[in-house]
């Protein structure tokens, strides 16, 4: 094993502490996926989310067993994904806190499709819940694609290495221990590592 390759190679288990700190190095997009259950608009960030087939259209995401809001809009049926932009840290902050009810002060409207719309991103995906697997410590949600709404040009947000943006990405080096001062750590599941 070179001095380079702290993650694990063949046959070795990785632990959780390695396996986050090796999927920091994949720089993703952040949504918010929203719903709306008993009227309630319930919502959490989420960047393990990704496109899976054009015909006919499907989307998956990745849910902790151990979020609040899943359950409940799974219990709907549908949701919304709002893709960020780089401009909107403070609401992935709120969306990714497990602290306080994240709508109390947010802007968000009610779309046709009966999801909670986030103002001023970049798209979103409006889609029905259409399989739940379970995989290890998180659901795997596909849904199926009601509607795409372009909403606005902005640069995306990118999360990276526990924080956002590419800024320190040139400098930054390999991480096994606690996210770096300043960045979020509010992260704990598997998908963003
Ligand atoms: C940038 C970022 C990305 C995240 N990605 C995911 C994800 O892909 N899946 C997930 O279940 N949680 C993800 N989270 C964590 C949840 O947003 C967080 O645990 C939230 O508190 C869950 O809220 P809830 O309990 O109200 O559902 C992410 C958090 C942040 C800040």
Known sequence: ???????????????????????????????????????????????????????????????????RSWPRIRRSGRFCVNVLGEHQTSLCERFG???????????????????????????????????????????????RVLAVERIAEHRPMIFFRGGFGLGTAATATRRSGPPRQGVLSTRPTTSEA
């Open 1 to 67: 094993m070179s001095s380079d390759s702290a993650i694990s190679d063949g046959g070795e288990v990785v632990t959780p502490a390695e396996f986050r700190a090796a999927m920091a190095d994949f720089a993703s997009g952040v949504t918010v996926v929203t719903g709306l259950d008993a009227g309630d608009p319930v919502g959490f960030a989420c960047q393990a989310f990704a496109s899976v087939s054009l015909e006919p259209p499907l989307v998956v995401f990745c849910a902790d067993h151990r979020s």
């Open 97 to 143: 806190s497990s602290q306080g009810r994240k709508f109390d002060g947010a802007e968000w409207s009610l779309t046709r499709w009966g999801t909670p719309a986030l103002p001023d991103v970049l798209m979103r995906v409006h889609a029905d819940v259409n399989q739940v697997h379970p995989a290890g410590d998180h659901d795997l949600v596909v849904g």
